[in-house]
């Protein structure tokens, strides 16, 4: 049995918060919380829904096509925050670990930001991911599904004190972000499996990825 992102994520976000000023966590609580109270989650893309085709690059340029890609069999289409995220980095990290189990179920796996195709290319060879990241610029794909918000004033001061830097990481200064989402979609193009969280340290765990899988 292979170790839980859950856990993973719990301990290291128990552990990055004993670090972090009080007045810091009580920005990123709220925060948190809003988004969380502003029903978004309960808005996007449902189990049971048509996902809207699109097509996005890669880190080398080329265009993927959500439709395309269905021909082949069930897409387990993952929307995360950006490289710069140690959850999301995490993430992707378990995901790669767990790569030959999706592909042996006959499923495509894919990763989606709002990164540029240069900074996706930077967390692709961090990370060492041998699946398709796509670049979703200007959150066209995430809106689409209904995932994006509008990073708070104040967060963004928090983000700025962290050394993140949204509008160079993403080329627009929107500072749009979707909330962590993953989608396994049919070969009919309809999402038969759905995790989405307004808060950003929660993600989709590869044991219910692939255990949903082997249901289709």
Do not use: H
Not at 32 to 46: F, H, I, M, N, P
Not at 99 to 127: F, N, R
Not at 169 to 174: I, W
């Amino acid at each position: 049995m292979s170790s839980s992102l859950t856990m993973e994520l719990k301990r290291y976000n128990d552990s990055a918060r004993e670090r972090i000023p009080t007045k810091v966590l009580a920005v990123m609580n709220g925060a948190t919380g809003a988004l969380r109270e502003s029903g978004l989650v309960e808005k996007s893309l449902a189990i049971g829904a048509l996902a809207p085709d699109f097509v996005l690059p890669d880190v080398n340029g080329d265009q993927v096509k959500l439709s395309s890609l269905l021909d082949a069999g069930p897409v387990v289409l993952v929307f995360y925050r950006g490289g710069w995220c140690p959850y999301c980095s995490m993430e992707l990290r378990a995901l790669q670990a767990r790569l030959g189990e999706i592909t042996s179920a006959g499923a495509t796996l894919v990763a989606v930001s709002p990164q540029t195709p240069d900074s996706s290319m930077s967390t692709v060879e961090k990370l060492e991911l041998a699946y398709p990241v796509l670049s979703d610029v200007g959150n066209i794909v995430a809106r689409s599904f209904g995932l994006v918000f509008s990073l708070p004033e104040d967060l963004r001061e928090v983000y700025s004190g962290f050394g993140l830097d949204l509008p160079a990481a993403n080329g627009d200064d929107t500072f749009e972000l979707p909330i962590p989402a993953t989608y396994i979609i049919d070969s009919s193009g309809k999402v038969v499996w759905r995790f989405a969280d307004a808060d950003y340290t929660k993600r989709a765990d590869p044991n219910d990825v692939t255990a949903a899988l082997a249901s289709i």
